[in-house]
């Protein structure tokens, strides 16, 4: 077996590298710090968010009935400010809890979509989710060929939002609706993490 000269040896791993090396960097996987970076940047545009947020709202039973309450949400960066948490509480007139829910907001940088993952009244789910220029639009699934579309529009320190019955084949019907001033900024849910000491 010949051996080949050192020079040469160094020109062909050279030009092996050359040509491996555009493809083996496409493939190599982001660090966790950039994934971070990029999904806290596209997150920024949901900071108007944050915040205690109290006011009322208004609901359709199953009777179809109108029930009234008094809304409150709270919202907060979580994990280095890559996600948002919604909680939502409606009070009765009585002081009872009559609505309670957590909600998970979330990018995915590869497919460039948002969803709402939710959680409340004993259901739960992942749910498409558009941001608009004054707010967004999430919806959910109502049985076959119906959806239930919430539409939020924010004005400085004001929340509306509305849920719309949407049927194939029929007009929308409004079947919930909240009003919302903002009254403080929060810690939630970063306050209170187990430190290391």
């Not at 491996?20 to 950039?34: H, R």
């Not at 709270?74 to 007139?93: D, K």
């Amino acid at each position: 077996m010949t051996s080949i000269p050192m020079k040469l040896s160094s020109i062909v791993l050279a030009s092996v590298f050359a040509a491996v090396s555009p493809t083996a960097q496409a493939q190599m996987p982001e660090s966790p710090a950039v994934l971070v970076a990029k999904q806290r940047d596209a997150m920024a545009q949901f900071s108007y968010l944050e915040g205690v947020w109290r006011g009322t709202a208004w609901t359709l039973d199953a009777t179809g009935k109108r029930l009234e309450m008094t809304q409150t949400e709270r919202i907060g960066p979580f994990l280095e400010g890559t996600v948002r948490m919604i909680e939502g509480r409606g009070y009765m007139a009585d002081g009872s809890l009559g609505f309670h829910a957590l909600g998970v907001l979330s990018h995915d940088l590869a497919k460039k979509t948002w969803s709402l993952r939710s959680w409340g009244q004993g259901r739960g789910g992942e749910f498409p989710f558009t941001p608009t220029t004054d707010g967004y639009v999430w919806t959910t699934p109502a049985g076959p060929n119906a959806t239930i579309r919430y539409t939020a529009v924010f004005k400085g320190d004001t929340w509306r939002e509305i849920a719309e019955y949407v049927a194939e084949g029929r007009a929308a019907r409004q079947i919930f609706e909240m009003n919302l001033m903002r009254v403080s900024a929060t810690t939630w849910p970063e306050d209170g993490a187990v430190l290391l000491k």
